[in-house]
């Protein structure tokens, strides 16, 4: 079993499969990237339902808060290919997309 800590919560992995996939650093730290790169965008998705601490888990680079009967994901995604992985994670979890908004700038 591994532990690791995503925004303040300690997230489990029995298999290790979360714990050992790659991580965006949540302060839009571009590790890879060139000076030429577009700086990260920030996006607002809701997700229908409260999710738990292991769900939460699943969306590292994100905070997430409760927002009526749904959940709030907010945070810096690098590319268009993050923000597609996330997408996809939320739909193998199951999760019922109500809304992605692009934020503007800070």
Do not use: K, W
């Not at 298999?15 to 060139?34: C, F, I, L, Y």
């Not at 997408?87 to 999760?95: P, V, Y």
């Amino acid at each position: 079993m591994r532990i690791r800590r995503s925004g303040g919560l300690l997230c489990r992995s029995d298999d290790g499969a979360a714990a050992s996939r790659p991580v965006t650093p949540a302060g839009g730290e571009d590790v890879t990237g060139t000076p030429n790169d577009p700086p990260p965008r920030r996006y607002r998705i809701r997700v229908r339902g409260h999710l738990g601490e292991t769900m939460r888990c699943a969306f590292p680079a994100l905070q997430a808060r409760a927002s009526g009967g749904d959940t709030v994901l907010t945070g810096p995604l690098a590319d268009r290919a993050a923000l597609y992985g996330v997408l996809a994670e939320i739909e193998a979890l199951g999760l019922e997309l109500l809304e992605v908004r692009r934020l503007p700038p800070a």
